[in-house]
Nanobody
Framework: QVQLVESGGGSVQAGGSLRLSCAAS????????MGWFRQAPGKDRELIAA????????FYADSVKGRFTISRDNAKNSVALQMNGLKPEDTAVYYC?????????????????WGPGTQVTVSS
């Protein structure tokens, strides 16, 4: 079992940066694959970044590749998403997610644990 809480959302102008953090509880955090999803109004929830339990393997959606960086600190039970070069189309609620298996499926139904989400708004 793992519980997740996101922080770091807010409002920023286009071209700016934000850093999202996800604090996890549970002694087995280091064994979980972690991911960041986002959901804009009227759109499906999409996987934008994921990281393996060791941090050696990552996934990025094409829409954020080269702008966003996912990282994790297993000693601190945390995962972060550094977002640079933000665009208005990045506006969404961002969710931290975890799953016990090693793969990184894009289907949100395959992820078992979720945080409540944090709003990111990018203005032009």
């Amino acid at each position: 079992q793992v519980q997740l809480v996101e922080s770091g959302g807010g409002s920023v102008q286009a071209g700016g940066s934000l850093r999202l953090s996800c604090a996890a509880s549970g002694r087995t955090f280091s064994t979980y694959t972690m991911g960041w999803f986002r959901q804009a109004p009227g759109k499906d929830r999409e996987l934008i970044a994921a990281i393996s339990w060791s941090g050696d393997s990552t996934f990025y959606a094409d829409s954020v590749k080269g702008r966003f960086t996912i990282s994790r600190d297993n000693a601190k039970n945390s995962v972060a998403l550094q977002m640079n070069g933000l665009k208005p189309e990045d506006t969404a609620v961002y969710y931290c997610a975890a799953r016990a298996s090693a793969s990184m499926p894009t289907n949100p139904r395959m992820w078992g644990y979720w945080g409540p989400g944090t709003q990111v708004t990018v203005s032009s």
